[in-house]
């Protein structure tokens, strides 16, 4: 199996939430890194995603740097549209 790994800064410009992280995070930038495998086919070069996640800030106190969290992108991208979305009031 062949996996190659992409990775992409995504910004918010609000705090947001994604499920499977605790608590709300704040706004800034994050670092998201896909996984994708290669399908083997004859005719073409395609690949399949099998792993997402987003690098978040460890919690005060907590020992390192940052943390990787594994995420649906569906979720992601959902939560991306809220942010760029206008305020509510």
């Given at each position: 199996?062949?996996?190659?790994?992409?990775?992409?800064?995504?910004?918010?410009?609000?705090?947001?939430?994604?499920?499977?992280v605790v608590?709300e995070?704040?706004?800034?930038?994050?670092?998201?890194?896909?996984?994708?495998?290669?399908?083997?086919?004859?005719?073409l070069?395609?690949?399949?995603?099998?792993?997402?996640?987003?690098?978040?800030p460890?919690?005060?106190?907590?020992?390192?740097?940052?943390?990787?969290?594994?995420?649906?992108?569906?979720?992601?991208?959902?939560?991306?549209?809220?942010?760029?979305?206008?305020?509510?009031?």
């Amino acid at each position: 199996m062949r996996v190659r790994s992409s990775s992409k800064i995504v910004i918010f410009t609000r705090p947001f939430r994604l499920g499977g992280v605790v608590g709300e995070q704040p706004a800034g930038s994050y670092t998201v890194e896909t996984d994708e495998e290669r399908l083997d086919s004859v005719s073409l070069a395609a690949y399949r995603r099998i792993a997402t996640s987003i690098r978040l800030p460890l919690p005060s106190g907590a020992a390192g740097c940052s943390q990787t969290i594994a995420i649906d992108p569906a979720e992601l991208e959902q939560a991306l549209a809220r942010d760029a979305a206008p305020p509510p009031g």
